[in-house]
């Protein structure tokens, strides 16, 4: 009982109230681009293969480490003095998402437009365009993901991370139901065009809430060597140690590569399988969304009392057992009950491994680097959902469902067999900073 007891005040804390809360906003414009968006464009007839290469427009999320020193180290004139610099740099992004948010949704990706160039007439697909708002879209979130884990890192105690990973994650999926379910139900009352505009504005609400967050003890007491580019890439590589970087940065890669393989087309698999929009909102936006807060939370737990490898390591077996289920499911047919089972499956596995990983990358950033590092490696597992699965829709057509999808279970192998090493040759205690 006073386990029970210590765990509800862990997570009903202020600061992890507040980390829920940043959760939420980074989980909206994600969810919007990996899951609405899909169906959107499957409802307007876009073939599958250019829904997979959709799956580029989430670049931004893979090279985010890029710009991450940037907004580390650097002030924004006015705003940083007197808002800190996570807040301000904050606020400018979010004011910048809403607008990218809303121009994606008054683009009709299945029209064209005439343009007059040169004197000659010039009929562009606005499918295009809608490509190139996603990305913006993708920018401005992979932006404020940079800014919102650096926060995270920076507001809490290091016996709070883990609780902090399941926070974050289920923050994650609230916005998630948001930009998911709650975009297919209002699709059911008005235009995807208005969709779009009500989640910028939910957006800019949150820009409105973060003027009022507490600054971070580490706002207060800045390391002025971090301001070098590359201090953070020499600090991680040094202490970890060159050739184990290698290894460690192809488990970061490989950790979720099977759910990002399957889950890029699970979406259009829905409804080209013959679910509704409803069906598909109550199964995987909601129910879906709940059982991935159920599997963050137990995570949580499991980081907290079995500690991070092992956690990663039974989240990893559980992710690969669950790809099956999409695998049943296509032999099955549109069977609602059994979709419900399969979208248990997926996203209890999937929340506790990210609860574990989250806590896993949040433990290997030294605080002096955090927006940096963290940005960094987390780019690494970007890598696997961006470029890995945008060919799965040419997969898809020349597989089929069932053989695509049991395919997509191996690709989980590659990160459990570098955890099995980790545990026996590379604890956890070797790679954080002291």
């Given at each position: 009982m006073?386990?029970?007891?210590?765990?509800?005040k862990l997570y009903f804390s202020k600061n992890l109230l507040i980390v829920f809360l940043m959760g939420i906003v980074s989980g909206l414009p994600l969810y919007l681009i990996l899951s609405t968006l899909a169906i959107w464009l499957t409802r307007e007839n876009i073939d599958l293969s250019t829904i997979g290469?959709?799956?580029?427009?989430?670049?931004?999320?893979?090279?985010?480490?890029?710009?991450?020193?940037?907004?580390?180290?650097?002030?924004?004139?006015?705003?940083?003095?007197?808002?800190g610099r996570r807040k301000s740099w904050l606020m400018v992004i979010q004011f910048?998402?809403?607008?990218?948010?809303?121009?994606?949704?008054?683009?009709?990706?299945?029209?064209?437009?005439?343009?007059n160039f040169l004197e000659t007439d010039l009929i562009i697909n606005q499918i295009y365009l809608t490509a190139l708002f996603a990305l913006f879209v993708s920018f401005f979130s992979a932006s404020q993901d940079i800014v919102i884990d650096a926060y995270r890192i920076e507001i809490l105690k290091e016996s709070e991370q883990g609780a902090g990973a399941a926070m974050t994650q289920a923050g994650y999926r609230i916005g998630g139901i948001i930009s998911g379910a709650g975009a297919l139900y209002l699709r059911?009352?008005?235009?995807?065009?208005?969709?779009?505009?009500?989640?910028?504005?939910?957006?800019?609400?949150?820009?409105?809430?973060?003027?009022?967050?507490?600054?971070?003890v580490k706002e207060k007491t800045r390391d002025a060597g971090a301001r070098d580019y590359f201090n953070p890439l020499k600090e991680f590589i040094f202490r970890v140690n060159f050739r184990r970087v290698l290894l460690l940065l192809l488990f970061i890669f490989s950790f979720k590569l099977c759910d990002a393989v399957a889950g890029v087309m699970a979406n259009p698999f829905y409804v080209k399988i013959g679910f509704t929009n409803i069906e598909i909102a109550n199964a995987s936006k909601i129910l879906g969304i709940?059982?991935?807060?159920?599997?963050?939370?137990?995570?949580?737990?499991?980081?907290?009392?079995?500690?991070?490898?092992?956690?990663?390591?039974?989240?990893?077996?559980?992710?690969m057992l669950s790809n099956l289920l999409f695998f049943f499911l296509s032999e099955i047919g549109p069977n609602y009950n059994f979709l419900l089972i399969t979208v248990l499956g997926e996203n209890i596995s999937g929340g506790l491994g990210s609860a574990?990983?989250?806590?896993?990358?949040?433990?290997?950033?030294?605080?002096?680097?955090?927006?940096?590092?963290?940005a960094l490696l987390s780019s690494f597992m970007g890598i696997a959902?961006?470029?890995?699965?945008?060919?799965?829709?040419?997969?898809?057509?020349?597989?089929?469902?069932?053989?695509?999808?049991l395919f997509s279970t191996f690709f989980a192998l590659p990160g459990l067999l570098i955890l099995f090493w980790m545990k026996r040759k590379f604890p956890l205690k070797s790679q954080v900073a002291n």
């Amino acid at each position: 009982m006073s386990d029970l007891k210590e765990i509800i005040k862990l997570y009903f804390s202020k600061n992890l109230l507040i980390v829920f809360l940043m959760g939420i906003v980074s989980g909206l414009p994600l969810y919007l681009i990996l899951s609405t968006l899909a169906i959107w464009l499957t409802r307007e007839n876009i073939d599958l293969s250019t829904i997979g290469l959709f799956s580029l427009t989430q670049i931004p999320w893979t090279v985010k480490f890029l710009w991450a020193p940037i907004l580390d180290n650097y002030k924004i004139p006015y705003l940083t003095n007197n808002f800190g610099r996570r807040k301000s740099w904050l606020m400018v992004i979010q004011f910048f998402l809403s607008i990218s948010v809303i121009l994606l949704g008054i683009n009709n990706p299945a029209g064209t437009i005439l343009v007059n160039f040169l004197e000659t007439d010039l009929i562009i697909n606005q499918i295009y365009l809608t490509a190139l708002f996603a990305l913006f879209v993708s920018f401005f979130s992979a932006s404020q993901d940079i800014v919102i884990d650096a926060y995270r890192i920076e507001i809490l105690k290091e016996s709070e991370q883990g609780a902090g990973a399941a926070m974050t994650q289920a923050g994650y999926r609230i916005g998630g139901i948001i930009s998911g379910a709650g975009a297919l139900y209002l699709r059911e009352y008005i235009s995807w065009e208005l969709v779009f505009i009500s989640l910028g504005l939910i957006i800019l609400l949150f820009f409105l809430i973060t003027i009022f967050l507490p600054d971070t003890v580490k706002e207060k007491t800045r390391d002025a060597g971090a301001r070098d580019y590359f201090n953070p890439l020499k600090e991680f590589i040094f202490r970890v140690n060159f050739r184990r970087v290698l290894l460690l940065l192809l488990f970061i890669f490989s950790f979720k590569l099977c759910d990002a393989v399957a889950g890029v087309m699970a979406n259009p698999f829905y409804v080209k399988i013959g679910f509704t929009n409803i069906e598909i909102a109550n199964a995987s936006k909601i129910l879906g969304i709940f059982a991935t807060i159920i599997g963050v939370f137990i995570g949580g737990i499991f980081v907290k009392y079995y500690g991070i490898l092992n956690a990663l390591l039974i989240s990893g077996f559980l992710q690969m057992l669950s790809n099956l289920l999409f695998f049943f499911l296509s032999e099955i047919g549109p069977n609602y009950n059994f979709l419900l089972i399969t979208v248990l499956g997926e996203n209890i596995s999937g929340g506790l491994g990210s609860a574990a990983f989250v806590a896993y990358l949040s433990r290997l950033c030294n605080l002096n680097y955090t927006a940096t590092q963290y940005a960094l490696l987390s780019s690494f597992m970007g890598i696997a959902r961006t470029f890995v699965a945008s060919p799965s829709g040419f997969f898809v057509e020349i597989m089929g469902w069932s053989s695509f999808f049991l395919f997509s279970t191996f690709f989980a192998l590659p990160g459990l067999l570098i955890l099995f090493w980790m545990k026996r040759k590379f604890p956890l205690k070797s790679q954080v900073a002291n």
